[in-house]
């Protein structure tokens, strides 16, 4: 089991890009809040979403390949590994999300980029009153960030079974618990 703490560790210790760790974090965020709704292993879900990115900063045109031996390296547990590796299935890497918290990692990684890119473009730069449907406007907004792919997370909503209204409106409310930490609380 990797606790939260060496999860953070893992991830600092390959990524110092203030982007990425903030990604790291939204996801971790999310994956945590989706772990309480299904009651699920909060500290599990959680670091799986910290280290799912780990190999991305050094290795972009290699990852989840690299993060298998970084974290094989770490002594990271097989499953942990398979988890962390699957978000990257029919993208660069074979491995299919068969877990349910597998399909939810695949669904929302895309997501909270969508979502972190529609509250900088607020005002307030806020997401602490961010509506679904402001997101869904944007996720139709093909040439917003456009460099989410869209496909992903229709096919992760059809994977965990939930329509794509509720899976924005649980992101964010995982991305809101940590909002202060990934600088979404708005500029007030």
Same mark, same amino acid.
């Given at each position: 089991?990797l606790t939260?703490?060496?999860?953070y560790?893992?991830l600092?210790?390959y990524?110092?890009n203030?982007?990425l760790?903030?990604?790291?974090?939204?996801?971790?965020?999310?994956?945590r809040?989706?772990?309480?709704?299904q009651n699920?292993?909060e500290e599990?879900?959680?670091s799986?979403?910290l280290?799912?990115?780990i190999d991305?900063e050094r290795?972009?045109?290699?990852?989840?390949? =690299? &993060?298998k031996?970084? +974290? $094989?390296?770490e002594? #990271?547990d097989?499953e942990?590994?398979?988890?962390?590796?699957?978000?990257g299935?029919n993208?660069c890497?074979?491995?299919?999300?068969?877990?349910?918290?597998?399909?939810?990692?695949?669904?929302?990684d895309?997501?909270?980029?969508l979502?972190?890119?529609?509250?900088?473009m607020?005002?307030? =730069? &806020?997401?602490l009153? +961010? $509506?679904?449907?402001s #997101?869904?406007k944007?996720?139709k907004?093909?040439?917003f960030?456009?460099?989410?792919?869209r496909d992903?997370?229709?096919?992760?909503?059809e994977?965990?079974?939930?329509?794509?209204?509720?899976?924005?409106?649980?992101?964010?409310?995982?991305?809101k618990e940590?909002?202060?930490?990934?600088?979404l609380a708005?500029?007030?």
């Amino acid at each position: 089991m990797l606790t939260r703490d060496e999860a953070y560790q893992l991830l600092k210790k390959y990524n110092q890009n203030d982007a990425l760790v903030c990604h790291a974090l939204a996801v971790e965020s999310v994956m945590r809040y989706f772990a309480k709704k299904q009651n699920e292993d909060e500290e599990y879900w959680g670091s799986v979403g910290l280290v799912h990115d780990i190999d991305y900063e050094r290795y972009p045109d290699q990852h989840c390949h =690299k &993060s298998k031996e970084i +974290l $094989e390296e770490e002594g #990271v547990d097989p499953e942990l590994i398979r988890s962390v590796i699957s978000h990257g299935w029919n993208i660069c890497i074979d491995v299919e999300p068969v877990k349910y918290m597998e399909k939810v990692l695949y669904t929302i990684d895309e997501l909270t980029g969508l979502i972190n890119a529609t509250v900088l473009m607020r005002p307030d =730069k &806020s997401i602490l009153e +961010l $509506e679904v449907k402001s #997101v869904k406007k944007k996720f139709k907004a093909k040439n917003f960030a456009a460099g989410v792919n869209r496909d992903i997370i229709l096919t992760g909503c059809e994977m965990i079974d939930m329509d794509l209204d509720t899976v924005i409106a649980w992101t964010i409310e995982g991305m809101k618990e940590s909002a202060e930490e990934l600088g979404l609380a708005g500029t007030q």
